[in-house]
T-cell receptor, first 111, second 118 residues
Framework: GEDVEQSLFLSVREGDSSVINCTYT??????LYWYKQEPGAGLQLLTY?????DMKQDQRLTVLLNKKDKHLSLRIADTQTGDSAIYFC???????????FGQGTTLQVKP | KAGVTQTPRYLIKTRGQQVTLSCSPI?????VSWYQQTPGQGLQFLFE???????NKGNFPGRFSGRQFSNSRSEMNVSTLELGDSALYLC?????????????????FGPGTRLTVL
């Protein structure tokens, strides 16, 4: 079945890099996504990567994809207190297109 | 361009009642998906509508239903509310049906409706 796993919590110091990891099961997923959710808010799409790519960089964000191991990571460079939020990894069901989300990783940034 | 709007933002109901939530997608977007977010189950797909037709449905009981209007606005209805229906209900809009992803389907989420069932 489809399943997306993430670690639940990450704490870093301001200015450090954060790496949030995710594993997924649907090898036929074409796109994988990272969303951010701040308290009381909906989901904000941060970035996504096509399954035939290994890496995608967008300003402070770097997404790495290891398709063989079905492992996805999000690296946030120079992490700021405003990056504190819950980060969700999601794979796209190849048949229906629906998003299948991980449990979310709470990122805590300490000043 | 205005984002996805959801109304109401907060709702309190009692068991057995029914509730209707509304979602207005981004102008020009024709696909609307609904998700339920709870601490225990996380984010789960409810259903997707495109051109007034339900395209996909998640694993939820028949008490959960929805519809889409000709202007792409969507409503979801939950009948005979149970305590476990307390959740944040998120709506997401996209330009095309989520299945037809050619360049990565960007689904834009609204702020959600927080439903509390007492």
């Amino acid at each position: 079945g489809e399943d997306v796993e993430q670690s639940l919590f990450l704490s870093v110091r301001e200015g450090d890099s954060s790496v949030i990891n995710c594993t997924y099961t649907d090898s036929s997923s074409t796109y994988l996504y990272w969303y951010k959710q701040e308290p009381g808010a909906g989901l904000q799409l941060l970035t996504y990567i096509f399954s035939n790519m290994d890496m995608k960089q967008d300003q402070r964000l770097t997404v790495l994809l290891n398709k063989k191991d079905k492992h996805l990571s999000l690296r946030i460079a120079d992490t700021q207190t405003g990056d504190s939020a819950i980060y969700f990894c999601a794979e796209q069901d190849s048949n229906t297109g629906k998003l299948i989300f991980g449990q979310g990783t709470t990122l805590q940034v300490k000043p | 361009k205005a984002g996805v709007t959801q109304t109401p933002r907060y709702l309190i109901k009692t068991r057995g009642q029914q509730v209707t939530l509304s979602c207005s997608p981004i102008s020009g977007h024709r696909s609307v998906s609904w998700y339920q977010q709870t601490p225990g189950q996380g984010l789960q797909f409810l259903f997707e509508y495109f051109s007034e037709t339900q395209r996909n449905k998640g694993n939820f009981p028949g008490r959960f239903s929805g519809r889409q209007f000709s202007n792409s606005r969507s409503e979801m209805n939950v009948s005979t509310l149970e305590l476990g229906d307390s959740a944040l209900y998120l709506c997401a809009s996209s330009l095309i049906p989520t299945r037809r992803t050619l360049n990565g389907n960007e689904q834009f989420f609204g702020p959600g409706t927080r439903l509390t069932v007492l």
